[in-house]
């Protein structure tokens, strides 16, 4: 059986999309991933077909817009309409007809939400299709909507944080995606409500890659939304570390993980400077992994080694804390590590996931990126450090993850959904 998955966004999206692309051809499936041309070599390299789509993730943050957008902070509204702007029409165009022509010979398809052209191509070609999830988005009376502000306010405000969430999305997407149905896939438009509320009157499943001890499951989630543990890709064997960095992790006490992933800019390289200036506050000493934003390439002290990527399965776990912007991907791999979080978030999904390491007790309490300062930074650190009750429900925590297999739960309800074994799910 051939599967197409597609799946836009930073290396945070990508990375977990392979590690469940690989335990599906383990079980005999032929899986392409269609997405930008920047993962092209890291798709392949893990033994993937590999389908281009229009766009370049690193060089639209680094614009006017990217920057803008990296900026929008808790502000759900400015985070969606940026996000449509980051891309002009021309290319949103190609992008949506670049994915009809990586489906062409599927079976069946799976989608990230960044990558919800193959809920439309699905449909055209008829075929099964199945939502793959990072973050939390089905709709609860318990808890508000992920990019909505998280005010208590009880099952009313949940419920229509959920749904203001859904349309925001759709109505920015709404003209450009309508014509491209009618032009390219001979598709009726989608209704001005959008295709959510489809997606629950057909039923279709929704594979989440996070684990319920991170976000445990809400009592009105749909039997069809399943939370299977974390897609992890464990490092290549062709990785080798370099004999600094060896010495570097030697030194006791174990140093500190700092990086911001997929954000860029100068507010990411400034972030950079002023974490490296709260560590040296605290006496500790740092990994500096650059990322997007090649931080590693200012100008460091002696506490601090820098580089530009280190696999985080290889480096977390011999650290003695994280501190990043609260991206899933990195957020992930720090709770498997066992080890305190520190979030400094910019926008999105990302104040999200500082708030719920803060509210498991694994990390102190995040603060926004536009508010932070040396000092307050330095304050997390040293809690994140010397709180014994952080340390020690971090390591539990890991040890709890560490034991799921969320790729061979994934890949046994793909099975089941497209077909190849028993209801046993």
Same mark, same amino acid.
């Given at each position: 059986?051939?599967?197409?998955?597609?799946?836009?966004?930073?290396?945070?999206?990508?990375?977990?999309?392979?590690?469940?692309?690989?335990?599906?051809?383990?079980?005999?499936?032929?899986? @392409?991933?269609?997405?930008?041309?920047?993962?092209?070599?890291?798709? @392949?390299?893990?033994?993937?077909?590999?389908?281009?789509?229009?766009?370049?993730?690193?060089?639209?943050?680094?614009?006017?817009?990217?920057?803008?957008?990296?900026?929008?902070?808790?502000?759900?509204?400015?985070?969606?309409?940026?996000?449509?702007?980051?891309?002009?029409?021309?290319?949103? @165009?190609?992008?949506?007809?670049?994915?009809?022509?990586?489906?062409?010979?599927?079976?069946?398809?799976?989608?990230?939400?960044?990558?919800?052209?193959?809920?439309?191509?699905?449909?055209?070609?008829?075929?099964?299709?199945?939502?793959?999830?990072?973050?939390?988005?089905?709709?609860?009376?318990?808890?508000?909507?992920?990019?909505?502000?998280?005010?208590?306010?009880?099952?009313?405000?949940?419920?229509?944080?959920?749904?203001?969430?859904?349309?925001?999305?759709?109505?920015?997407?709404?003209?450009?995606?309508?014509?491209?149905?009618?032009?390219?896939?001979?598709?009726?438009?989608?209704?001005?409500?959008?295709?959510?509320?489809?997606?629950?009157?057909?039923?279709?499943?929704?594979?989440?890659?996070?684990?319920?001890?991170?976000?445990?499951?809400?009592?009105?989630?749909?039997?069809?939304?399943?939370?299977?543990?974390?897609?992890?890709?464990?490092?290549?064997?062709?990785?080798?570390?370099?004999?600094?960095?060896?010495?570097?992790?030697?030194?006791?006490?174990?140093?500190i993980y700092i990086g911001f992933g997929s954000m860029s800019g100068h507010s990411a390289r400034n972030l950079a400077k002023l974490a490296i200036d709260a560590i040296g506050d605290t006496n500790q000493r740092g990994?500096?992994?650059?990322?997007?934003?090649?931080?590693?390439?200012?100008?460091?002290?002696?506490?601090?080694?820098?580089?530009?990527?280190?696999?985080?399965?290889?480096?977390?776990?011999?650290?003695?804390?994280?501190?990043?912007?609260?991206?899933?991907?990195?957020?992930?791999?720090?709770?498997?590590?066992? $080890?305190?979080?520190?979030?400094?978030?910019?926008?999105?999904?990302?104040?999200?996931?500082?708030?719920?390491?803060?509210?498991?007790?694994?990390?102190?309490?995040?603060?926004?990126?536009?508010?932070?300062?040396?000092?307050?930074?330095?304050?997390?650190?040293?809690?994140?450090?010397?709180?014994?009750?952080? $340390?020690?429900?971090?390591?539990?925590?890991?040890?709890?993850?560490?034991?799921?297999?969320?790729?061979?739960?994934?890949?046994?309800?793909?099975?089941?959904?497209?077909?190849?074994?028993?209801?046993?799910?």
């Open positions: 059986m051939h599967l197409t998955i597609v799946a836009l966004g930073s290396r945070g999206d990508i990375q977990p999309v392979v590690a469940l692309g690989i335990g599906l051809v383990n079980t005999g499936y032929q899986v @392409r991933i269609a997405s930008f041309q920047t993962y092209a070599d890291f798709i @392949r390299s893990n033994g993937l077909d590999f389908a281009p789509i229009e766009g370049d993730p690193h060089q639209t943050l680094q614009g006017q817009t990217g920057r803008a957008w990296q900026e929008s902070g808790k502000d759900p509204i400015k985070f969606l309409t940026m996000l449509r702007k980051l891309n002009s029409p021309e290319h949103l @165009r190609k992008a949506l007809d670049d994915a009809v022509e990586a489906c062409k010979d599927s079976d069946a398809i799976l989608y990230t939400a960044l990558g919800a052209a193959g809920y439309h191509v699905a449909e055209m070609m008829g075929v099964p299709r199945l939502y793959l999830l990072l973050q939390p988005v089905s709709r609860t009376q318990e808890q508000p909507s992920i990019l909505m502000p998280q005010w208590n306010l009880g099952a009313g405000y949940n419920r229509i944080s959920h749904q203001i969430t859904e349309q925001l999305m759709w109505q920015t997407l709404r003209g450009p995606v309508n014509r491209w149905r009618q032009e390219s896939l001979k598709l009726p438009p989608v209704p001005f409500w959008g295709p959510f509320n489809l997606l629950y009157k057909d039923k279709d499943p929704f594979i989440y890659g996070y684990s319920q001890h991170v976000v445990p499951r809400t009592i009105d989630m749909p039997d069809w939304h399943h939370t299977t543990g974390y897609w992890f890709l464990e490092s290549q064997g062709d990785w080798t570390p370099q004999p600094e960095l060896l010495e570097f992790l030697s030194v006791k006490p174990k140093p990994v500096l992994v650059g990322g997007w934003a090649e931080a590693h390439e200012i100008s460091n002290p002696d506490y601090i080694y820098s580089c530009a990527s280190i696999p985080h399965d290889w480096l977390f776990p011999r650290i003695s804390a994280v501190v990043h912007h609260g991206g899933a991907g990195t957020t992930a791999a720090g709770i498997r590590a066992g $080890v305190p979080t520190v979030v400094i978030p910019f926008m999105g999904d990302q104040p999200y996931w500082g708030q719920r390491i803060f509210e498991l007790g694994v990390g102190p309490q995040p603060v926004m990126r536009k508010n932070l300062t040396v000092d307050l930074l330095a304050e997390r650190i040293n809690r994140a450090l010397k709180d014994q009750s952080i $340390v020690k429900k971090a390591a539990a925590l890991g040890e709890k993850i560490r034991e799921e297999n969320g790729v061979e739960k994934a890949v046994d309800l793909i099975r089941y959904y497209f077909g190849s074994k028993p209801k046993e799910i």
